[in-house]
C-alpha cells in the first residue's frame, strides 16, 4: 500500500510538472508570437513626462481700452535637459552652434550675466545685485572680478581655449551662467531665445538630430504695443531666477515660467499671470508615442489702467519739448531731467505721468545695458523715484497748519522788510512786502510771512501737518515709490545731523532735509482741492477677464488720511492765494487767466543738491478749474528755471484729449510744446562719431519773452 501511494505521489508530480511546461510554453507562444509586438514596444525604454502648458498672460490696456501690452503667438528655442549631453564639452560645442544660427539672423538670446560682453572683462554698471548673485552662484569670493568670475566658468564647463577663441568662450560661458542661473534641469527647460521667425524654426528643426537638447516650442509671447506709454510703470516680463523660486514655487510656479519685473507687470502679477496647464508625454526610445493635455491653461486677466495713452503722450513730449527748449538758451544748456504728473481730483487716479530722461519699452528688451550707461539715467522714473525739495509750493502746507490751527486768520497779517532775526540767525526774503495776510503771501511767495507763521507753530505742528499731506511716506500707488522725508529732529538723527532752532524756518518753506516726489506733490494739491482729503493714489482702474468681456472689479477710491477742519474758510484762502499765483507774469501765450476759469497754483525755486552742486529746480502744483476742480497737477525741472509755463499746455491738452470733461476758451488746436500742423523746423544734429546730419522735426511752440518774478527758495536759515 506504501508503495502505491509513493508511486502515486510521483506520478502526480509528473502530472504537474507537464502541465507547468505546458502552460508555459502556451504562455511563451501568446508573448512570442500572438502579442509579441506589444509586449516588445513595452519591454524597450519608455518615459512619461509632464509638461506645462503656459498660459497666456493678460493684457495692459489703457482707459479706452487700446492696448498697450498684449500678446501673439510665436515660436521659442528651448533647451530640454532630458536631451541635452551631460558631457561639458559635447554640450559646448551644441550651444555654440545654436548661437552662430541665431547669430546669422541677428537674433539676441537670453544671456542676463552682468559681465561686459568682451575682453578686458568689467561688471556691467549699476548692477551691484547681479554681481553680488553671480559671485555667490559660480562659488567665487567677494573680491573676485569680472574676468576672474568668466574665467571660473570657462573652468567648470571646460570651455577649453584650445577649441574656441575668446570671444566664442565669452558666449558660451554667458549661456553656461544662465542654465545655472534658472536651475536648468530635466524639470525645468531653459528659453534660450525667443520669437524666432520661421526660417530660423525650419534651420533648427533639419539639424535637430545634430543639435541634442535644442527644442522649438510654441507659445504666446509678449507683444509691446505702445512702448513709449509709461514704460516705467508698465514694467516687463522675466524669468523666475533660481533665488526667486523657493517662494514662488509655494505659488504654484513652474521653473521656467516667467514673471512681472516691475511696474503693472509685478504689482499685478496675480492678475495677469493665468494658471498653467499640463501635457502628459509619453516617449519610447526617444520618440513621442502619445501628448494628452490633462489640464487646461486659463488666460490671465486684462488690466485695465487710468489713463488715457494719448493725453500721457502729450504730457510727456510737453515735458520733453519744455526742457529742449531750455536747452537753447546759453545757461541751461544742460537741462533735461524732470518730471510732471496729473492726477484726477476725484480720487487720484493717475492720468498723466510722464519723466525726463525716457526710454521705449523696445529700447529696454533691445539695449538694456545701453541704457544704464546714458546720461541722467532714464531708468529712473523721477515722479515716483526723483528726490527733490519742495521749495515753497510747500508753503501751502504750512498756511493750512496756521489757518487750522488758528495761528492765523485769513485777514491777520505779518510784517516783512525783506530782512528777519531769529534769535542770531539773519533770514530774508526777495522784496519788501511790509503787512501781508496769507492769500497774499502765498500770491508773492513772502518768505519772512512763512519764517514767522513757522516759527509761531513750532516743529511738531509742522510735522504734523506735513504727514496729513503724506510727505515722508510711501503715497500707496501700485507700482511703488519712495517715501521721501520731512525735515524734523526725528529725520536729522536718522541722518546723523544736529537740529538747531534755525531748521524750523526752512523746514516751512520746503528746503532743509525735507525731500519728497513729483508724484507727492500732485497729491499735495490733490488734498487741498479736496479740502483735506487724501486719496491714495492708483494706476489700475478695473480688471477684466482676458477678452475684456466681463468686469472682474474696479478699483474703488481709498482715502488714506483727512484733515479735520477746525474752521471751514481754511482751503478757501488758500486757494485765494493760488489763485492769485497763477496771475503772476506769465506771458500771453502761457497766461492762465483767459481759459474762462481759475486756476490754483503755487510755484517755487528750491535749492538741490546733486553732483557736487547746489542747483537751483524750478517746481510748481496746481488744480484746475479752481472752483470745481478737475486735475490736479505737479512738476518739476532741475536746475531748469519757468515750468509754470507748461501748465497752460497740460490744461489745455487735458481737454482736448478729455473733452467730456468740458472745454477752454481758445479751443486746444495750438497748445504750446505740442506739435503744429504744417510746422517745421530744420535742425542739424551730429551723430555718435561726430558725423553732422541733418533732419527735419516738427517745430514747437514757444515764446522767447521769460520774464518772470518766481521767489527764490535759497536756503537763508542757518545756524
Known amino acids: 500500500m506504501k508503495e502505491f501511494i509513493a508511486r502515486f505521489r510521483t506520478a502526480f508530480l509528473a502530472i504537474l510538472v507537464v502541465i507547468s511546461v505546458a502552460l508555459g510554453c502556451v504562455r511563451l507562444m501568446s508573448i512570442q508570437i500572438v502579442n509579441g509586438d506589444a509586449y516588445l514596444q513595452e519591454s524597450e525604454y519608455t518615459s512619461i513626462y509632464t509638461q506645462t502648458i503656459k498660459a497666456t498672460r493678460g493684457q495692459i490696456v489703457d482707459a479706452d481700452g487700446d492696448k498697450i501690452i498684449e500678446n501673439k503667438v510665436g515660436f521659442n528655442v528651448i533647451i530640454d535637459a532630458a536631451r541635452f549631453p551631460d558631457d561639458n564639452k559635447e554640450g559646448n560645442a551644441i550651444l555654440l552652434e545654436t548661437l552662430e544660427i541665431l547669430k546669422e539672423h541677428n537674433l539676441k538670446w537670453n544671456d542676463s550675466i552682468p559681465v561686459t560682453a568682451s575682453a578686458p572683462y568689467e561688471f556691467k554698471k549699476n548692477s551691484e545685485a547681479e554681481v553680488e548673485n553671480l559671485k555667490k552662484l559660480i562659488g567665487v569670493n567677494v573680491y573676485a572680478t569680472a574676468e576672474n568670475c568668466i574665467d571660473k566658468l570657462i573652468d567648470d564647463y571646460e570651455i577649453l581655449d584650445t577649441e574656441y577663441d575668446e570671444s566664442q568662450q565669452r558666449v558660451i560661458a554667458g549661456i553656461r551662467y544662465e542654465m545655472l542661473l534658472r536651475d536648468f534641469s530635466l524639470s525645468n527647460s531653459y528659453t534660450l531665445c ?46 523666475i531666477y533660481a533665488e526667486q523660486y523657493e517662494e514662488l514655487k509655494e505659488k504654484g510656479y513652474a521653473m521656467n515660467d516667467s514673471v512681472g519685473k516691475g511696474g503693472i507687470e509685478s504689482a499685478m502679477e496675480s492678475e495677469l499671470r493665468g494658471k498653467n496647464g499640463e501635457k502628459t508625454i509619453t516617449v519610447t526610445d526617444g520618440q513621442v508615442v502619445s501628448a494628452d493635455v490633462t489640464k487646461e491653461p486659463t488666460g490671465g486677466n486684462t488690466v485695465k489702467l487710468t489713463f488715457k495713452s494719448d493725453y500721457q503722450k502729450d504730457v510727456q513730449q510737453i515735458l520733453e519739448n519744455f526742457t529742449a527748449y531750455l536747452r537753447t538758451m546759453g545757461e541751461y544748456s544742460d537741462v533735461s531731467c524732470g518730471a510732471v504728473v496729473v492726477l484726477d481730483v476725484e480720487d487720484n487716479a493717475v492720468l498723466a505721468m510722464a519723466t525726463s530722461p525716457t526710454y521705449t519699452l523696445f529700447e529696454y528688451e533691445d539695449d538694456y545695458d545701453k541704457l544704464l550707461e546714458t546720461d541722467n539715467y532714464p531708468l529712473l522714473n523721477r515722479a515716483t ?19 487750522n490751527e488758528g495761528i492765523i486768520s485769513g485777514e491777520s497779517t505779518y510784517h516783512c522788510e525783506k530782512t528777519m532775526k531769529f534769535y542770531d ?90 525731500s519728497v516726489t513729483p508724484l507727492q506733490m500732485a497729491v499735495q494739491a490733490s488734498t487741498i482741492a479736496n479740502n483735506g482729503v487724501r486719496y491714495t493714489p492708483h ?41 492769485l499765483a497763477s496771475e503772476n507774469n506769465f506771458p500771453a501765450e502761457y497766461s492762465l487767466s483767459d481759459l474762462g476759469f481759475d486756476v490754483a497754483i503755487k510755484t517755487g525755486t528750491p535749492q538741490n543738491w546733486r553732483d557736487g552742486k547746489n542747483l537751483t529746480d524750478t517746481a510748481f502744483i496746481g488744480f484746475a478749474p479752481a472752483h470745481e476742480p478737475k486735475i490736479a497737477f505737479a512738476g518739476l525741472v532741475e536746475g531748469g528755471e519757468y515750468s509754470k509755463y507748461m501748465i497752460r499746455s497740460i490744461i489745455q491738452a487735458y481737454y482736448k484729449n478729455y473733452p467730456e470733461s468740458g472745454s477752454v476758451e481758445g479751443g486746444t488746436d495750438k497748445i504750446n510744446f505740442l506739435p503744429q500742423k504744417d510746422s517745421k523746423v530744420t535742425t542739424t544734429v551730429t551723430d555718435e562719431n561726430g558725423n553732422i546730419v541733418t533732419t527735419e522735426t516738427t517745430e514747437t511752440t514757444v515764446s522767447e519773452n521769460y520774464e518772470d518774478s518766481d521767489d527764490n527758495d535759497e536756503s537763508q536759515a542757518e545756524e
Open 194 to 239: 525667443e520669437d524666432v521667425p520661421l526660417e530660423v524654426v525650419t534651420q533648427l528643426k533639419e539639424l535637430g538630430v545634430k543639435l541634442k537638447g535644442i527644442d522649438i516650442v510654441e507659445e504666446a509671447i509678449r507683444e509691446i504695443a505702445q512702448g513709449d506709454v509709461l514704460p516705467h510703470e508698465i514694467g516687463t516680463v522675466g524669468p
Open 385 to 403: 523715484s526723483g528726490y527733490y525739495r519742495p521749495g515753497s509750493t510747500f508753503k501751502t502746507v504750512t498756511a493750512t497748519a496756521g489757518l
Open 425 to 514: 540767525i539773519d533770514v530774508g526774503c526777495t522784496g519788501y512786502h511790509n503787512d501781508i495776510a496769507v492769500a497774499e503771501a502765498l500770491k508773492v511767495s513772502c518768505n519772512i510771512y512763512f519764517y514767522e507763521l513757522s516759527r509761531r507753530l513750532a516743529i511738531d505742528k509742522l510735522s504734523e501737518y506735513a504727514a496729513l499731506y503724506g510727505f515722508g511716506q510711501h503715497t500707496g500707488i501700485e507700482t511703488g515709490d519712495v517715501a521721501g522725508a520731512f525735515a524734523n529732529p526725528e529725520t536729522f538723527n536718522e541722518i546723523g545731523a544736529d537740529w538747531t532752532v534755525g531748521h524750523v524756518l526752512q523746514a516751512g518753506i520746503g528746503q532743509s532735509e525735507t
Open 539 to 579: 494706476l489700475v482702474d478695473s480688471i477684466y477677464d482676458y477678452s475684456m468681456n466681463e468686469k472682474v472689479s474696479e478699483h474703488n477710491p481709498e482715502i488714506a488720511a483727512q484733515i479735520n477742519l477746525n474752521y471751514d474758510y481754511v482751503y478757501d484762502y488758500i486757494t485765494e492765494g493760488m489763485i
